[in-house]
């Protein structure tokens, strides 16, 4: 691995992995140029050893690489926690290839040998991806943690509510009053930190909780 020449801790970090050290120095250039960071890998084998910060950025793998194709190690990322969009560079692009690649949520698919601006625009859309991602992500996390303060009891009463029960469709299914299917209701909303019945929907279904 060789890391890049420093630059702000804050910036998109771009990882490259091509077994070519000249295709790795050009774009290691091309990148730093515009502010961002750059970590170099020859392997895949060898960017799986390294420890990669976690921040907003992107993949430019290249699709041949030594004892494996970028694509197979395209699906195998997931598997060690790395969830990167990808830009795949290749001088032996092909069609099939190319839809294989982005079916698998390549961001882009470049030939060698391809313009500066063309790898800085894929880059840009990668890295705005993957920022789009950890933002959701984020906001997924905080949902969880909200849902994971209720009861039991509260998370029933939540999944009948978000079905589309009245409340006192709900008590008759809980066994309990309405009044008192009421009270577990605003607490339900006030521990997911909702105002409305929409917003609660919203939540529960970004949980996997949906309306029946």
């Not at 070519?20 to 895949?44: C, H, N």
């Not at 690649?101 to 470049?110: I, P, S, T």
Request: hydrophobic letters at 40%; charged letters at 25%; proline letters at 6%.
């Amino acid at each position: 691995m060789t890391p890049s020449t420093p630059a702000a801790p804050s910036s998109p970090l771009v990882a490259v992995v091509d077994d070519d050290a000249a295709v790795r120095d050009s774009l290691d250039s091309l990148l730093r140029s515009v502010g961002w960071r750059t970590l170099l890998f020859a392997s895949p084998a060898e960017l799986l050893r390294a420890s990669i910060p976690d921040a907003p950025g992107c993949l430019v793998l290249d699709v041949r690489l030594p004892g494996t194709s970028g694509l197979d190690f395209q699906e195998q990322l997931s598997k060690h926690g790395i969830h990167l969009p990808i830009v795949f560079i290749t001088g032996h692009g092909d069609i099939p290839m190319t839809v294989r690649a982005m079916k698998a949520g390549a961001v882009d698919f470049l030939s060698k040998p391809f313009r500066d601006q063309d790898m800085l625009d894929a880059v840009s859309a990668a890295i705005a991806r993957d920022g789009r991602r950890r933002t959701e992500s984020a906001s997924l996390d905080g949902v969880r943690g909200k849902y994971e303060t209720l009861t039991p009891r509260e998370r029933e009463v939540l999944a009948l509510v978000v079905s589309g029960l009245m409340n006192k469709q709900v008590a008759g299914e809980l066994g309990l009053s309405e009044i008192t299917v009421k009270i577990h209701r605003g607490n339900v909303m006030r521990k997911m930190g909702v105002r409305s019945l929409a917003d609660l929907v919203r939540s529960a279904e970004s949980l996997g909780i949906s309306r029946s």
